[in-house]
């Protein structure tokens, strides 16, 4: 069963703190890991991705770490801010006749106090 | 105008009936999606399609159908509504090379 775990449901943080959320998968065939904010009344939107052959990725404040032999990954968000404030999911999909299928996390509110 | 436009953006509907969400699109991808957002479950795939001629079930199909009408245009149906189909719908497309998503803003549904 093709299933992305995510953690924890809800995450409160000072501002100028680090976020963490982690996600687990047990399909091996993944090979494409991305995170969507998403704001109140709007869609998902696509924030940063990683893919298997690299165990890091950074975009400004936000950081993917990828272990592949734990078969987790995690988003982090340095020097948080109050407009980071959303909804975080992490999902994964693969390649072959899958191609482009996302499979999603639970998602994490998180909140960035001033 | 956004890339991907849903509508209508709230809708309030009886329990037995039928109501067809809208997706459109002017990224010009082939490839299409409907998802349903549910608190606490994250999204979940409900049909997918590639091109007008290639459509597919996700994983929690049942009570729904849908309609490639064209490259930009996807809808989806239900059939006869009932309350457990009260969710956040949303549409999204990928380019057929690697990409991420593009969603809609979404469609609030109600089952009363």
């Known amino acids: 069963q093709q299933q992305v775990k995510q953690s924890p449901q809800s995450l409160i943080v000072q501002k100028g703190g680090i976020s963490i959320i982690n996600c687990a998968y047990e399909n091996t065939a993944f090979d494409y890991f991305p995170w969507y904010q998403q704001f109140p009344g709007k869609g998902p939107a696509l924030l940063i991705a990683i893919r298997p052959d690299v165990s890091e990725k950074k975009e400004g404040r936000f950081t993917i770490s990828f272990n592949k032999s734990a078969k987790q990954f995690s988003l982090h968000i340095m020097d948080s801010q109050p407009g980071d404030s959303a909804t975080y999911f992490c999902a994964a999909s693969m390649g072959g006749t899958s191609y482009g299928k996302l499979t999603f996390g639970q998602g994490t509110i998180l909140t960035v106090h001033p | 105008d956004a890339d991907v436009t849903q509508t209508p953006r709230n809708r309030i509907t009886k329990t037995g009936k039928r109501i067809m969400l809208e997706c459109s699109q002017t990224k010009g991808h082939d490839r299409m999606y409907w998802y349903r957002q549910d608190p606490g479950l994250g999204l979940r795939l409900i049909y997918y399609s590639f091109d007008v001629k290639d459509i597919n079930k996700g994983e929690i199909s049942d009570g729904y159908s849908v309609s490639r009408q064209a490259q930009a245009k996807f809808s989806l149906s239900l059939e006869s509504a009932i309350p457990n189909q009260t969710a956040l719908y949303f549409c999204?497309?990928?380019?057929?090379?690697?990409?991420?998503?593009?969603f809609g803003s979404g469609t609030r549904l109600t089952v009363v």
């Open positions: 999204a497309t990928r380019p057929g090379t690697a990409g991420g998503y593009t």
